[in-house]
C-alpha cells in the first residue's frame, strides 16, 4: 500500500501482550529509550522521567498490584480489547497487568503540569515505533499509579528516587512477541473520523 518506511511500521504496529521471557538487546532498549528521550514535550520542558525495570519479580509484583486495583467491565463476546493477545480485560486468568512484560518502563511526570499526560503519550508513540521497527513488542498501559497504591509500590517509588510531586502516568511495556503467535491484526477502522472542509 505504501513504500514509506514510517507509515509501515504505523500500520504495523499493535499492542503485543504475549511476550517470550528473554530481556530484548541493549542497544535495541537505547534506541527505544533515546526515541522517548526525543520525543516532543510541551514548551520544550523535558520533563518526563523513564524507569526501567527489568527485575522480574518487582515488575510481577506492580502488575498484580494494578490488576487488583482496576476497575473494568469484562468483555462480552461483541465488545472485546482482542482476541489474539488478550488484555486483562478480555481473559479474567491473567493476573498481572503487565502481562509478565520482561521490560516495563514507568513513566513519570510532574503532577502540577497540565501536559504530563500529553508529553508521556507522545514519548510513549515515539518508543513504539521505535519498538516495532526493530521487532520488539509493546505495548501501553494507562493509569499508571494504580501499580504503586499499596505499600510495596510506595517501597518501590522510594527506592527509585522519583522526586516529589512527580507521579507514575503510564506504564510502556517491552518484549520480543513469542514466536508460536502471528502478528494480530489491526481491527477495521471506524468511519466518517476524518472531517475535511
Ligand atoms: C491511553 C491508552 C491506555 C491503554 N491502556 C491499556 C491497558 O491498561 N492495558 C492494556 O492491555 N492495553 C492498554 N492499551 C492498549 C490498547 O488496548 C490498544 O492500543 C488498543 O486495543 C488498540 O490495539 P492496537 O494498539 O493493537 O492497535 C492502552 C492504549 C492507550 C492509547
Redesign the pocket.
Known sequence: MTENEVMKTIMY?????RFEGKQIAEDELEQILQAGVYAPSAGGRQGVIFAVCQDKEVNEKLGKI?RAN?NFRMSTATSY??KE?P???DDPKLIN?F?DAPIVITMFAPRNFLFSVEDC?VA?ENM?LMATSLGVGS?????GWTAFADPFGQEILKKWDIPNGYYAV??L?LGYPRKEDKH?M??PRKEKRILRF
Open positions: 504496529r499493535r499492542a503485543i501482550r494494578k482496576s480489547v482482542s493477545q488484555s486483562i480485560v497487568a502481562y503519550a510513549a513504539m505495548c501501553y498501559i494507562g493509569q503510564m506504564q511495556l494480530p489491526a481491527k
